[in-house]
């Protein structure tokens, strides 16, 4: 009679088929006598009852096969955020609940926080924070044990301060349970109805089954993402490593090349040139301390404004530190050169904005120009001081090796067979390192010879500067001041002596005639080198005074020239004709102007001591005015 309602239940038919079939059977039963009927009846029931066990045991098995499934699916996943998010979704369809979420143990708050949410719609369940111990979670977390409840706000365990949320949300029944490994609790994994329920032995251990593996894969997860952070940490070592060995390397190769430069005897210019290319700037100039072009370097094909460049970034803002300025949609920048405490220069790039690695180039370059510098400053120092060795021996009286000297002189490229010239430098204050300096710079570019003494600068140069040995030298030397005069040429040397002497008054007479700062040759000052160079310049100013200056306040008063009256009236020799046709004015204006000087100055000025002494204030007056 139930044979094939057993049929059906063993062969899973549709759940409908058999509710008829128990129908129709329990009717059939109702048709059997009555001593029949009970057998029958206990029978059918047996069957029920199997029924109900083999529905459970199929639907066990699903949750099984879903529970392995889940498990499967969160050891292939390697993101905790993904194992996470999967954890809730599954734990919400295997319960059947409205809502699944999951809090984490915070080890250093002490507290749980909430991670992920599935269900959810508001947001102030996504913020919920509960210490160890509070609420249904807390107590979870706390003692590591599954809970729940089937009204959470019913409940003696509910939480006050998150009452809040849990009625935004509509939450009532939470089953909770620990996600465990080992014995440590890492967070609590719930499910929740928005409606009252009971959940089972079987639902419990089911999420807890999930929440075991669960755990299990967020520290799986978590040690990935350590191993993976651990690894990207290590490749980007790595490339650091390898970019820092680059940078070494390149540092190292242009250290070389510019060490090589400056060993192998290459001036600023190759240096330049190189740490442009390294660079790819579009220009490098190298100035020495006085602003004086040392070395330009330009990128082939483009034209570049030097002077705008050096005006843009002058003025450092430290010593050792660059002036990096916008330039034209470039960077302009410029470096001083700095060596023991001493500004030897200053480097100026222009070009792409300069990086971290571009500026340790530029101090290697730095380097090794200061290097170079420095080597080319104490070759010229002991340079300077065989020049200086070679004339102080030719001012000596008879100097008893000529032979000796000239050849000396030869081996540093001094001809001393060609004219030459003696000049004397006074300095405006004093004799300073840097003039002696500029000055050795100088003769060694002219061919000559430089010695320095307490008080002033000798030099002897080729004559071949056309104007003047001495004003060239003033023009060259401005930038320090000084005074400078010059006798010759001469080509024996036994003459430099008296050339010295001559010089050196005709640069104490420049100085004595309030000419500071001004070269002369000793034939333009005439006699008056012999006669005044050793006179002191107030002396001189008194005396032309006490001659000229009634004429020189009436000039200035009347907008007249008397004075030069008086010199054309000298130099015609005290011809009033000749007077008249040097000034191209009338004879009779020659006069009138005459008996005004008479008038000014006496009518003895004319005639005598008195006219010598008059002529020679008017030749002193004249020297005294600059050239």
């Given at each position: 009679?139930?044979g094939t309602?057993?049929?059906?239940l ?5 759940s ?12 059939e039963?109702?048709?059997l ?5 009970s057998?029958a009846?206990?029978e ?8 109900g ?5 199929r639907?066990?098995?699903q949750?099984l ?5 889940t498990?499967g699916?969160l050891?292939?996943m ?6 996470l ?11 059947n609940?409205d809502?699944?979420?999951l809090?984490?143990?915070d080890?250093e708050?002490?507290?749980?926080y909430?991670r992920?949410t599935?269900?959810t719609?508001?947001?102030g369940?996504s913020d ?19 809970l729940?409840t089937?009204n959470?706000?019913?409940d003696?365990?509910h939480e006050?301060?998150i009452d ?5 949300e ?14 440590k609790?890492?967070g ?15 639902e419990?251990?089911?999420l807890?089954s ?8 967020i ?6 993402e ?7 940490q290590?490749?980007?070592?790595k ?9 070494l390397l390149?540092?190292?190769e242009?250290h070389?090349?510019?060490m ?7 001036d ?5 040139e ?6 790819t ?9 006085r602003?004086?072009?040392?070395a ?7 034209v570049?404004?030097t002077?705008?460049l ?6 450092t ?12 949609g ?5 470096v ?8 030897l220069?200053?480097l100026y790039?222009?070009?792409?904005p300069l990086?971290?690695?571009?500026l ?5 370059g ?5 290097v170079?510098?420095?080597?080319q400053?104490?070759s ?41 010239v ?9 004799v300073t390192?840097a003039?002696r300096s500029?000055?050795?710079g100088?003769a ?5 010879l430089?010695s320095s003494?307490?008080?002033?600068i000798?030099?002897?140069?080729p004559?071949?500067w056309?104007?003047g ?10 930038h320090?001041?000084?005074?400078a ?6 080509t ?7 050339l010295?002497?001559?010089a050196h008054?005709a ?8 000419r500071?700062g001004?070269g002369?040759?000793e034939e333009?000052?005439?006699v ?7 006179a002191?310049p107030d002396r001189?100013?008194s ?9 020189r306040?009436?000039d200035a ?18 011809s009033?004709?000749?007077t008249?046709?040097?000034?191209f004015?009338?004879v ?8 005004r000087?008479?008038r000014?100055?006496?009518t ?6 008195r006219?010598l ?15």
């Amino acid at each position: 009679m139930l044979g094939t309602l057993l049929r059906q239940l063993l062969d899973d038919g549709p759940s409908s088929d058999i509710d008829a079939e128990i129908l129709t059977r329990s009717a059939e039963i109702e048709q059997l006598p009555p001593d029949l009927r009970s057998e029958a009846r206990a029978e059918l029931d047996t069957v029920v009852e199997l029924r109900g066990l083999l529905e459970m045991l199929r639907r066990r098995s699903q949750e099984l096969r879903a529970l392995f499934e889940t498990a499967g699916d969160l050891s292939s996943m390697r993101d905790v955020e993904r194992v996470l998010q999967a954890i809730v979704r599954r734990g919400r369809q295997l319960l059947n609940t409205d809502i699944a979420y999951l809090m984490l143990v915070d080890p250093e708050r002490g507290d749980t926080y909430m991670r992920v949410t599935e269900g959810t719609t508001g947001k102030g369940f996504s913020d919920i924070r509960l210490p160890l111990g509070a609420g249904l979670g807390g107590q979870v977390a706390a003692a590591g044990i599954p809970l729940w409840t089937r009204n959470y706000l019913a409940d003696d365990r509910h939480e006050p301060v998150i009452d809040d949320s849990v009625t935004e949300e509509q939450v009532v029944a939470i089953l909770g349970v620990p996600l465990r490994v080992g014995s440590k609790i890492l967070g609590v994994l719930f499910a929740a109805d928005r409606s009252e329920r009971v959940f089972s032995t079987e639902e419990i251990s089911l999420l807890s089954s999930l929440a075991d593996h669960a755990a299990i894969a967020i520290e799986n997860a978590s040690r990935f993402e350590e191993t993976r952070d651990a690894l990207e940490q290590l490749e980007a070592a790595k490339v650091e490593i390898e970019s820092n060995n680059r940078r070494l390397l390149r540092a190292v190769e242009l250290h070389e090349k510019l060490m090589g430069l400056v060993v192998g005897g290459h001036d600023p210019q190759d240096l330049a040139e190189a740490l442009r290319a390294d660079l790819t700037a579009e220009c490098v100039l190298v100035h020495d301390d006085r602003g004086g072009t040392l070395a330009t370097s330009v990128r082939p094909g483009t034209v570049a404004d030097t002077d705008a460049l050096v005006a843009a970034v002058s003025g450092t803002d430290a010593v050792g530190w660059p002036v990096r300025r916008p330039l034209d949609g470039l960077e302009g920048a410029a470096v001083p050169i700095v060596a023991a405490n001493q500004v030897l220069g200053t480097l100026y790039y222009l070009g792409r904005p300069l990086s971290e690695d571009d500026l340790r180039t530029v101090e290697r370059g730095i380097s090794a120009i200061s290097v170079l510098l420095l080597n080319q400053r104490a070759s010229d120092e002991a340079d300077n001081r065989l020049r200086g060795e070679i004339l102080a021996d030719l001012l000596m009286q008879a100097p008893s090796d000529v032979m000796g000297i000239r050849r000396r002189a030869s081996l540093l490229g001094v001809d001393l067979g060609q004219p030459f010239v003696l000049v004397v430098i006074l300095p405006d204050h004093e004799v300073t390192s840097a003039l002696r300096s500029e000055a050795g710079g100088l003769a060694r570019a002219a061919g000559g010879l430089v010695s320095s003494y307490a008080d002033r600068i000798v030099a002897l140069v080729p004559q071949r500067w056309s104007s003047g040995p001495a004003r060239e030298v003033v023009r060259r030397l401005q930038h320090i001041g000084v005074t400078a005069a010059s006798a010759g040429p001469s080509t024996e040397l036994s003459d430099l002596i008296d050339l010295e002497d001559r010089a050196h008054r005709a640069a104490n007479l420049l100085v004595a005639l309030g000419r500071v700062g001004e070269g002369a040759a000793e034939e333009e000052l005439g006699v008056f080198g012999l006669l005044l160079s050793e006179a002191a310049p107030d002396r001189i100013r008194s005396f032309v005074g006490a001659q000229l200056d009634p004429v020189r306040r009436y000039d200035a008063e009347k907008g007249s020239d008397l004075l030069a009256t008086m010199a054309a009236f000298f130099a015609a020799e005290g011809s009033a004709a000749g007077t008249a046709a040097a000034l191209f004015i009338h004879v009779n204006t020659v006069y009138q102007r005459l008996e005004r000087v008479d008038r000014l100055l006496g009518t003895g000025w004319r005639t005598g001591d008195r006219a010598l002494e008059v002529r020679l204030a008017l030749r002193m007056d004249r020297l005294m005015r600059p050239t």
